[in-house]
């Protein structure tokens, strides 16, 4: 082996070892035998730039060690150590990366801008390690080293990048656009803090800072040459220690562009997620802090970083409500700036751009309304910087961007005040005014006499408080607008926006979510992961729909027994870290039934802990009862204003306290509340699951992604007939789901007459299970702590009907547990849904976007 060779990243002798003692395997950390890739190809691979990989064995993890640090390597701990694991492994796919975007710029393809409020990527190492197909070269050469890999990885914090669903699926659709070798980049803000750190004080939540950055981020790379300028219309001051708005004093944020990368699997293709952080132009008043104005000398660099400071800050202010509205122009001024920028340096003739050609070289995704400021910024960016009349803007705009609705809730259908615009964006305002005047005008033509419609369709929201309604921008401003559900598009067209969609209907369609298999299935649960390739080869990894195979297996016993197999040892792995990580000990032989979720009312939480109750006041009254042990896990955070959330929370944890504490039911019932929900909690539960709980009030849940998570794991799912999971349910057949409740027509049926006061008045068991709660049982030294429930399920007339499909939520648990006793018939039907989840890749849902919204072609890199 050539000294080239034997130099990749320090690892390549481990690997001609792993050859010679394994025939072409490789033994991974969890203990399963891996195909060791070629060494030589992939060499050649990362090694396709000007540099080469040369010296010693040591030439790049040793490096970075002593290099990076200055100090004795044998001093230096695992945090030291993971940054050396990740920068050589950054050194590895960084020619990559480059040959990437050369690649992009000779061919001039049309590339994809996702732009995302949230990027939920959680830690890279393994992912990408998995990605460049280096993952069991780099398990054996630290093994050799002698490093504890597992305490190496533990280092990296899940970057504080998202929250829940949304920003997820940004992540699994950034890595499917490069494992399809799409030419695409991904849009954000790089969050300081991410949203909030979770802990658990009396079973309340705490929100404390997540610092994920206090340390270097080993994976980002920073590119203040390319920084942009944004605009605002006013100035900001420090009055009394707060913040106070200049009118009339127009003032610049800069915005810093932070670069990771997306590496696709098989190493070929690395895009780039650009993440922008907030700047001043001048950080620093030098003749204000000679005056002794201390404070008031950095105001201005204060107010710019507070912009990406947090994710989602406390909107029940007004303040924060509007630095969240500085944050969504913030990401769109910065994304659409450089875009532009790039468009222009691959699309002009003598400096002249050709901007016919934008949207045939410029998709832009608006994910959710966040970004939907996109609008009338890019009309700013044709009208007033390129000189364009408003019919070739319009026309441009609108056939560049495409916009992504996520949600049903009205609420969650952004309106910000008008005179914000006027005091921080005057020039949007008027674009925005124009918009709606026309778009008057068109209804009117359209519908003459129709003023109801008018005033609907309207971007303009009359009121006390004249509001922009940014969902009807989007549609209006953009060719498309897809639903994320099959059932959530057709809401969306004949409910939410039902005009627009009557005045546009062809700009409507549905793009069910989906998961990319790399994260969710061959790194988070590799011993499933094996069997599966054992039995049908490692096609599924890239084309998921080749699960189909598998269905036939489901009447092979070996298979049933690895399957089964392989959850046992899923569990006994979660079982083993969650007590040594938290000192709780659960049981890998009960039933792990999981809800793992944002918490909010409509997605019924507190259903699950009534259903809960029922089963806990059944074996209180006959000790004898026949039930299979359970152990109930729930995850998730509340908004911090979000009081009733956090009320829950506290609600499932005394619940769990007061099970634990009573000897009638200890070891067949318990609950654990996991704190600090994240990508990689999610990676050790859902594989360990065997219930999914997806159970939002039908007509309320959008799609939903860890419903396909854990169906892809084996997890058999009880639930509504809600997002996604219809189409789940009819992809592996209704008998091997444990579907109950109202269907979304039956909720909006009901709505006006439903009484909750009726189910408690009619149904022995949902009485007494509200009188156990309201009597204290559960808070006997915080007495009447949960009488807000009270509020919520009767006398607030239960707007999320728990109380309507509890006994319908009863009744196909006993369908559940029935089944269980069956070990047989259970693995059966987790084979089924483990084949059935093929249509559930991110890798589906990008080949849709990709073909019949952005009209983008692959362009692979040599």
């Known amino acids: 082996m050539t000294r080239a060779r034997q130099s990749q990243v320090g690892w390549s002798e481990a690997a001609a070892d792993m050859d010679a003692a394994q025939g072409g395997h490789a033994m991974g950390s969890d203990g399963i035998a891996v195909d060791t890739p070629d060494m030589s190809k992939l060499l050649q691979q990362y090694g396709c730039g000007p540099i080469r990989f040369t010296g010693t064995s040591d030439a790049l993890y040793e490096r970075h060690l002593m290099f990076d640090n200055v100090a004795d390597p044998s001093t230096l701990g695992p945090r030291e150590r993971f940054e050396a694991v990740a920068r050589s492994v950054r050194d590895v796919l960084s020619q990559r990366w480059v ?9 001039n393809p049309k590339r994809i801008y996702y732009l995302s409020m949230e990027f939920l990527v959680g830690r890279s190492l393994t992912n990408n390690l998995l990605n460049l197909l280096l993952d069991p070269v780099v398990k054996r050469a630290t093994a050799d080293k002698g490093l504890d890999w597992i305490a190496v990885l533990e280092q990296e914090p899940d970057a504080g990048l998202g929250n829940g669903g949304l920003g997820r699926l940004a992540a699994c659709f950034i890595d499917s656009m490069a494992t399809m070798q799409l030419p695409a980049m991904g849009y954000g803000l790089r969050y300081e803090y991410g949203i909030f750190k979770q802990t658990i004080r009396d079973g309340w939540q ?13 994976w980002e790379v920073a590119r203040p040459e390319e920084k942009v300028e944004v605009k605002l219309g006013c100035s900001f001051e420090v009055r009394g220690g707060t913040l106070g708005v200049i009118v009339g004093r127009p003032s610049s944020l800069l915005g810093i562009p932070y670069d990771r990368p997306v590496v696709g699997y098989g190493g070929k293709t690395v895009n780039t997620l650009r993440l922008w952080a907030a700047a001043a132009p001048d950080t620093f008043d030098f003749q204000a802090f000679s005056a002794g104005d201390f404070v008031g000398a950095l105001a201005e660099r204060l107010t710019a970083e507070s912009l990406t400071r947090v994710l989602y800050p406390d909107d029940s202010t007004s303040m924060g409500q509007g630095l969240r509205f500085v944050q969504e122009y913030f990401l769109v001024a910065c994304s659409l700036a450089d875009l532009v920028r790039r468009f222009r340096l691959h699309n002009s003739d003598q400096g002249i751009p050709n901007w016919s050609k934008l949207p045939a070289k410029a998709a832009i995704q608006l ?16 009208l007033d910087e390129a000189r364009l009349g408003w019919d070739e803007a319009w026309n441009l705009t609108r056939q560049t961007l495409a916009y992504t609705n996520h949600t049903l809730l009205p609420e969650a259908l952004e309106k910000w005040p008008l005179p914000w615009f006027a005091l921080l964006l005057p020039r949007h305002l008027e674009i925005i005014l124009e918009i709606d005047r026309r778009l008057t005008e068109e209804v009117q033509a359209r519908f003459p006499g129709d003023d109801g419609r008018v005033e609907r369709v309207s971007l303009i929201e009359e009121g006390a408080e004249r509001k922009i309604r940014m969902a009807n921008m989007a549609i209006v401003g953009s060719h498309s607008t897809n639903g994320v559900a099959a059932i959530h598009s057709d809401l969306l067209r004949t409910v939410t926006v039902k005009d627009l969609a009557e005045m546009f209907p062809e700009r409507f369609s549905n793009k069910t979510n989906g998961v990319t298999p790399r994260r969710w299935l061959l790194l988070a649960n ?3 992961a094996r069997s599966i390739t054992n039995a049908i080869g490692d096609g599924w990894v890239t084309d998921l729909g080749e699960l189909e195979r598998l269905k036939p297996l489901a009447e092979d016993k070996g298979f049933r ?11 006994s792995r979660f079982a083993d870290w969650l007590q040594s990580t938290s000192g709780v000990t659960v049981d890998p032989d009960t039933i792990f039934d999981c809800q793992i979720k944002r918490i909010h009312e409509y997605k019924r939480q507190l259903l699950n802990a ?46 769990a306290g007061a099970i634990d ?10 609950v654990v509340f996991l704190p600090e929900y994240s990508v990689s909690l999610a990676e050790r539960l859902i594989p360990a699951s065997d219930v999914s709980n997806q159970i939002s009030t039908a007509g309320y849940e959008a799609s939903g992604t860890s419903n396909m998570k854990f169906m892809m794991n084996g997890a058999l799912t009880i639930g509504t007939r809600d997002g996604a999971t219809i189409e789940m349910a009819e992809a592996a057949g209704e008998d091997n789901f444990f579907m109950f409740g109202l269907t979304a027509e039956q909720v909006a049926g009901s709505r006006s007459w439903y009484s909750p006061h009726w189910h408690y008045d009619n149904e022995p068991e949902t009485r007494a299970a509200l009188d156990l709660i309201f009597s204290d049982h559960f808070s006997r030294f915080e007495p009447g702590i949960f009488e807000p429930l009270r509020q919520t399920l009767l006398t607030g007339g239960d707007h999320y009907m728990h109380l ?10 006993n369908r559940l547990l029935e089944l269980y006793r069956d070990p047989d018939e259970w693995a059966r039907k987790v084979i089924v849904n483990v084949a059935s989840s093929g249509k559930f890749s991110s890798d589906r849902t990008i080949a849709e976007y990709a073909a019949k919204i952005w009209d983008a072609k692959p362009c692979p890199v040599p």
């Open 561 to 571: 027994d690895a399957v089964r197999t392989a959850k046992r040892e899923a569990k």
């Open 610 to 655: 009534l259903r809960v109750v029922v089963l806990y006041n059944r074996l209180r009254e006959n000790p004898d009862l026949e039930m299979a042990p359970r152990t109930f896990f729930f995850a998730g955070k509340a908004a911090p204003a979000y009081h009733l959330a956090k009320i829950i929370i506290k609600f499932l944890n005394n619940l």
């Open 661 to 670: 504490g009573d000897p009638a039911v200890r070891g067949r019932l318990k």
């Open 367 to 382: 994910n959710d309304t966040h970004p939907s400021l996109a609008v009338p910024e890019l009309m700013r960016l044709l």
């Open 206 to 218: 705490v929100e404390q800072p997540d610092n994920w950055l206090r340390r270097p981020d080993p």
């Open 804 to 813: 309507a499909d509890l006994n319908a939520y009863l009744e196909a648990d």
């Open 99 to 107: 040959l990437t975007e050369q690649t992009y710029a000779r061919q």
């Open 526 to 528: 590799p011993h499933l």
